[in-house]
């Protein structure tokens, strides 16, 4: 149930979002007395993996959500039974219809993260063929994936391995579907719900293990592997190549290789810039328990190389004192705004002159990498006929403070008195690309109001600015929900009801988050079919009632095989 749901859904994925010039009436300031929630001597706590809907750990981010993986004979039940009940010529001739009268928002559906093996090949193919037809039942658009490079060019430089993704994508394309493709430049593992461990390519880790400053690095000298350090984007440290070129060379080979699927079945491209595939900096890493949720993480800007840049910077504005080290005194990464003098909304570091500097300098450096990796994409898939997109994550904690402290440790200089999506959707507005934001799921009121978690808002602020820099806006939940309060709220606010949207503007597209053995649980299924016909029918001329009346008749069609798969699901 949503309301039973409220830590768990607050805690990992949604970016805080201050009140910004265009909201009048700015976040409200709730009165949180300063709480100490982890001393520096003990950033190991061990974060619980969440059992089920109500569990109290964070929200999961697309690398980070339960898979396919512990349930694998659960699911091929269920797809067994999909796949004789979704073959009826009856269902087919009303999905055929359903979809063509679909003119509403797209919804796409994240695939496994194991979706393909380390040896290359198609996991669990009989019942990855029986869901993705069972997709096609429910009116599904088409579905996301991640391409991962650690599997793709895992042993030697520029050998790629397209293995299981040609078989992957040729079944998506036998049952009509649409794929995003995600560029997966980060590796999967070590943090809560990840079913399977997906490290960088076997190279990659051995330059990073001869030269450790190609990992991001921390004021402690903790490294986060996660994804290469953005200092060394234009540096050839990659056997000859520089990480750019690795990304830029990866795209292209993709491009080569399926350039016969580009612009009908694959229609999107998602570049990945960061950890989880998101464009930040890897601040709130929740492996062996370095953060947990609502801390506001940690700036990671001491590899030897981003350092190297902030020297230049320094001595570039005449002030060759603030070149030599990041903030010393914005706390560790599970303090709160109010335990530390940088954060802290009275003569807190952030807004002094020096604050504004180095923000300026980290914030300018994040949206750097992103130009330089959007450039090479949009150059190679220019003429492929594909849209191109960059997820930028949800940090919705301490929202309702003054200096937003967890999304300025991440690389977004948000304030309660400078708007930080604004720059970011400028940058993706010069080349075309699409703005994915997450958390589209969430009630502020469901979220810890100690920690001013404002997610509603932080979705509004966004949606500002990007109708601000006409650029589209596309969602995702951010935690696996099945129930049609969540539902209401991603129809709610896939609407983008903010100021300055006077076309009547919609997400131009919606992820859901994620291909797993509850979806086809019967209640969850009959819901979320009912949530995809709605979602394709926004913004058509229907009333409501007949849109429901529609949804409801869908449902009804798809009921049998779902009834059947949870019979065998029991035996």
Known sequence: MALSMTHQIGARSGTPVTATEASSSSVESVSTSPMWKSPAASLTCKIQKPEGMDGLSPPLSPCRSPGLGSSRADLSMACRAFATEVESPVLEHQVRGARDKGTGVPVYVMMPLDSVTMNNSVNRKKA????????????????????????????????????????????????????????????????????VTIPLPKWVVEEVEKDPDLAYTDQWGRKNCEYLSLGADTLPVLKGRTPVQCYADFMRAFRDNFKHLLGDTIVEIQVGMGPAGELRYPSYPESNGTWKFPGIGAFQCFDKYILGG??????????????????????????????????????????????????????QMLLDHGERILTSAKSIFEEAGVKISVKVAGIHWHYGTRSHAPELTAGYYNTRFRDGYVPIAQMLARHGAIFNFTCVEMHDHEQPQDAQCLPEKLVRQVAMATQKTNVPLAGENALPRYDDYAHKQILEASSLKVEGNTEGNQMCAFTYLRMNPHLFQPDNWRRFVGFVKKMKEKGSHKCREEVEREAEHFVHVSTPSVQEAAVSLMH
């Open 310 to 363: 902030l020297k230049a910077a320094a001595e570039a504005a005449g002030k060759p004192e603030w070149g030599s080290t990041g903030p010393t005194d914005a706390g560790h990464y599970n303090n709160w705004p109010e335990d530390t003098p940088f954060f802290r909304k009275d003569g807190g570091g952030w807004n002094s002159t020096y604050g504004e500097f180095f923000l300026g300098w980290y914030s």
């Open 128 to 195: 990855m063929n029986a869901s993705l037809q069972a997709l096609k039942s429910a009116g599904a658009e088409g579905v996301m994936m991640d391409v991962w490079w650690g599997l793709v060019e895992r042993e030697v430089p520029g050998a790629y391995n397209w293995g299981g993704y040609a078989e992957l994508l040729e079944m998506a394309k036998k049952h009509g579907l649409k794929v995003q493709a995600v560029m997966s430049f980060h590796r999967c593992g070590g943090n809560v719900g990840d079913s």
